[in-house]
């Protein structure tokens, strides 16, 4: 069974930082880009940044281009997401997602993506 366990989310105040960490199992995490997808109240899910299976190339929505990080470690199943100078509209649910069905990579369209479970939480208020 294939899971996908976020966590690290939390209330900071406008320009802090988080690190989001994603721990994967029932699948060869290292076959695979991840992503992570976050969905703001009331709001639609939005594509947030990618990396490919090697960790070597990473991608960025422009909403979060120069303030985002992602990161993984194929050794320990865990893909991350630093974010720096936090704005409030990052307020979302921050989920970490595997590619659809049978494809190895994504690209920054969701439709590419499969991503369940709770998610965890990032609320950026004063």
């Known amino acids: 069974e294939v899971q996908l366990v976020e966590s690290g989310g939390g209330l900071v105040q406008p320009g802090g930082s988080l690190r989001l960490s994603c721990t994967a199992s029932g699948f060869i995490f290292g076959n695979y880009d991840m992503a992570w997808v976050r969905q703001a109240p009331g709001k639609g899910p939005e594509w947030v940044s990618g990396?490919?299976?090697?960790?070597?190339?990473?991608y960025y929505a422009d909403a979060v281009k120069g303030r985002f990080t992602i990161s993984r470690d194929n050794t320990k199943n865990t893909v991350y997401l630093h974010m720096d100078n936090l704005k409030p509209e990052d307020t979302a649910v921050y989920f970490c997602?595997?590619?659809?069905?049978?494809?190895?990579?994504?690209?920054?369209?969701?439709?590419?993506?499969?991503?369940w479970g709770q998610g965890t939480q990032v609320t950026v208020s004063t």
């Open positions: 990396i490919n299976s090697a960790g070597g190339s990473a």
């Open positions: 997602a595997k590619p659809n069905g049978d494809r190895l990579s994504g690209s920054v369209y969701l439709v590419d993506w499969q991503w």
